[in-house]
């Protein structure tokens, strides 16, 4: 499974953006997807994540400004990101669950400015 993340990119803070994330290769099914991020001297934690059942789980320092979603036609997972703060820059790394074995994509930068 490979994993393609995208959108990543320089905003001031109070801006959005908008991440995604595409799964391809071989696999039956795409259970969980999430997104983890991790800052400067930070340890890489997770943002959000939604099931294939569209359950969602977001971190407590990003609810309600950022949105999960998924297309389970397209095996994408999104991350749209509302009202940044300078505190959410970060390598976002998108995350997926694929025939119950996890993997990783390549990150991301997020960098926003005060």
């Known amino acids: 499974v490979q994993l393609q993340a995208s959108g990543g990119g320089l905003v001031q803070a109070g801006g959005s953006l908008r991440l995604s994330c595409a799964a391809s290769?071989?696999?039956?099914?795409?259970?969980?997807m999430s997104w983890y991020r991790q800052g400067p001297g930070n340890q890489r934690e997770l943002v959000a994540s939604v099931t294939r059942g569209y359950t969602t789980n977001y971190a407590d320092s990003v609810k309600g400004r950022f949105t999960i979603s998924r297309d389970n036609a397209k095996n994408m997972v999104y991350l749209q990101m509302n009202s940044l703060k300078p505190e959410d820059t970060a390598v976002y790394y998108c995350n997926v669950r694929a025939d119950y074995v996890f993997y990783w994509g390549q990150g991301t930068q997020v960098t926003v400015s005060s």
């Open positions: 290769g071989k696999f039956s099914s795409i259970n969980t």
